[in-house]
């Protein structure tokens, strides 16, 4: 202890020790009143020159990240980042408060009230995360802390920056990662293996809100489905229940792609006249279920389940006239695109340099009384700005374009599994005066624009709406 760092940063003493380095307090020697400050020593799995080399890139890239992050109030500023004696230090403002998990207590079950206040505040954040194009990969209790001075939530320990320590370079100076990033109990399957999205950190923090409202942890899974099984634990208000159901299904397509998502359907919970628990917080004791009870409400709610699927999707199997498995696939390798559209759509290539269209998909005419075709473009236009501004733009480019056109709504989405935004507006064709209505959804990836648009007839436009959107999740770029 005591040791000094980079000449300033005086080491007072160890918070912690895992797998990638270990944790200091410190205190900044250069700044008035020598503030505490957090200090991360990172050493990379092996010591050879490859490693070190390709562990310094990696420490200096995920260093910028944290750096554009901490412009956020509630995610740790990032002071320092240095090597020292063939070891790397990250240094950080220091948030005095306590972890999450000293609120979330084994056997102790929260209110349903405090639960999405809870969720409120995460997902707040991590919606900042992501829309600067970051996964946490490491969500759980002890990564969140409650701030003394204004008990707000702050986020920390970013998952992205463990990368370092993860590290071992061949002779070629290639690197790959050797240890799975995430923390077993909030860590889903796809991040497991290495490919984590969006909705991994949704996992995660639905997780915690089961947790909280349970008492419960770890909580179990069920055997055949691989879902979450957690209601038959606590009496939880339907709709909280749903949404929480869908921030940790199995399948990561099948959560709320982005915090901002989630956190919308939080708001629009608190919107709504649903009634929540606010009883104080209650110690329950879970007993062993009768395992023949249990299996017998498992068969339950896996048919009440299909059932429920089943009504849900026939509809609109139905009314887009194409089944899931009735798609091909369409791949443009120049352009590093693939997207699936229904076998009974017209495949129009079309390439054009101006327009930067690509292909069109045109759906079945319908007969004799179908004025209009309703089809799907692929776009790939140039563009160096934000996401936040090419909302503006494609916004403004629509409005000066098209005659009469009208935005109905403009909102935070996601396409190939990154952030995105999708508009949906009418307008007028000028050469038939039909009316029509669009929806386009769009990503960002170098300095390149991946947009979606879909139009049809104003009155027909829901026909087909389920077939595009299974487009736009089959969307893939490389």
């Known amino acids: 202890m005591n040791q000094i760092l980079s000449g300033r940063y005086q080491i007072i003493k160890e918070l912690g020790r895992g797998g990638f380095g270990v944790t200091y307090i410190a205190q900044d020697l250069q700044r008035p009143g020598n503030p505490r400050c957090v200090v991360k020593l990172f050493e990379p799995a092996a010591k050879d020159p490859y490693t070190l080399n390709a562990g310094k890139v990696l420490f200096d890239r995920e260093a910028e990240a944290l750096e554009k992050l901490g412009n956020h109030d509630q995610i740790p500023r990032l002071l320092a980042h240095f090597e020292e004696s063939q070891k790397f230090y990250l240094v950080q403002e220091f948030i005095e408060g306590h972890d999450l998990s000293q609120e979330l207590r084994t056997t102790k079950q929260l209110s349903e009230t405090f639960v999405i206040e809870l969720l409120e505040d995460i997902l707040e954040v991590l919606s900042f995360v992501h829309q600067k194009g970051k996964i946490h990969r490491d969500i759980k209790p002890s990564n969140i802390r409650r701030r003394k001075s204004d008990g707000k939530i702050v986020l920390i320990d970013f998952g992205a920056v463990k990368e370092v320590s993860t590290q071992i370079a061949n002779p070629q100076g290639q690197t790959k990662i050797t240890i799975a990033i995430g923390s077993p109990g909030y860590m889903p399957s796809e991040q497991s293996n290495g490919k984590p999205h969006f909705s991994s950190d949704i996992y995660a923090v639905g997780m915690i809100a089961i947790q909280a409202l349970t008492g419960v942890f770890p909580i179990q899974t069920d055997a055949q489905t691989s879902e979450v099984s957690w209601q038959h634990l606590t009496d939880v208000n339907p709709k909280l229940a749903n949404i929480l159901n869908t921030m940790v ?69 139905f009314n887009s006239n194409n089944r899931i498995e009735d798609f091909s696939t369409y791949q443009k390798s120049n352009l590093g695109i693939t997207i699936k559209f229904p076998q009974n759509w017209q495949r129009q290539d079309i390439d054009n340099f101006i327009t930067k269209e690509v292909v069109a998909f045109l759906s079945p005419e319908s007969g004799e009384q179908d004025n209009f075709q309703e089809k799907v473009i692929l776009s790939v236009e140039e563009y160096s700005g934000s996401l936040n501004q090419s909302k503006d733009d494609f916004t403004k480019e629509i409005t000066e374009r098209l005659s009469a056109a009208k935005i109905i709504s403009t909102k935070p989405t996601t396409f190939a599994y990154k952030p995105a935004f999708q508009i949906i507006y009418t307008a007028k064709n000028e050469e038939s005066n039909l009316n029509l209505k669009n929806l386009q959804i769009w990503t960002l990836k170098g300095n390149k624009a991946y947009i979606l648009t879909y139009t049809a007839e104003q009155e027909n436009y829901d026909k087909f709406i389920a077939t595009v959107k299974e487009m736009t999740k089959s969307f893939e770029i490389e």
Do not use: E, W
């Open 249 to 317: 299904r199995y399948d990561y397509r099948q959560r709320y792609p982005t915090a901002q998502l989630a956190l919308q359907a939080i708001k629009s919970l608190l919107n709504s006249t649903a009634t929540f628990n606010q009883a104080p917080d209650t110690l329950v004791t879970h007993q062993p279920q009768n395992t023949q009870n249990t299996k017998n409400i498992l068969i339950a709610s896996a048919i009440a389940g299909v059932i429920a699927a089943s009504i849900a999707i026939l509809p609109n199997i």
